[in-house]
Nanobody
Framework: QVQLVESGGGLVLPGGSLRLSCVAS????????MGWYRQAPGKERELVAEITSRGTTNYADSVKGRFTISRDNGENSVFLQMNSLTPEDTAVYYCNAEIRSSAGWGLWTPYWGRGTQVTVSS
């Protein structure tokens, strides 16, 4: 069993900051890419940022210069520092990771967290 658990969401004023965290646990052999997606009401889930095991990053155009993704390979964790938040950033944020489990066939499989709500409002 592999689990991803997010934390750090909440209510913040426009222009404020939040830091999201996600920890992967369970029968993990190795983790490839890790990332954050978000889904706003009535919209499709979209990529926010992703990071490879070597630290190469990719961001959605809408968050470039405001959000920073990082990871701690030793702790199987990924983080998203969000600055200069706007109401358009309001969404449920999901953690995603490509994981090779130490159980079963050990195939690379995408795993998702349950999501954490981020609300930007005055």
């Amino acid at each position: 069993q592999v689990q991803l658990v997010e934390s750090g969401g909440g209510l913040v004023l426009p222009g404020g900051s939040l830091r999201l965290s996600c920890v992967a646990s369970g029968s993990i052999r190795s983790i490839s890419s890790m990332g954050w997606y978000r889904q706003a009401p009535g919209k499709e889930r979209e990529l926010v940022a992703e990071i490879t095991s070597r630290g190469t990053t990719n961001y959605a155009d809408s968050v470039k210069g405001r959000f920073t993704i990082s990871r701690d390979n030793g702790e199987n964790s990924v983080f998203l520092q969000m600055n200069s938040l706007t109401p358009e950033d309001t969404a449920v944020y999901y953690c995603n990771a490509e994981i090779r489990s130490s159980a079963g066939w050990g195939l690379w499989t995408p795993y998702w967290g349950r999501g954490t709500q981020v609300t930007v409002s005055s």
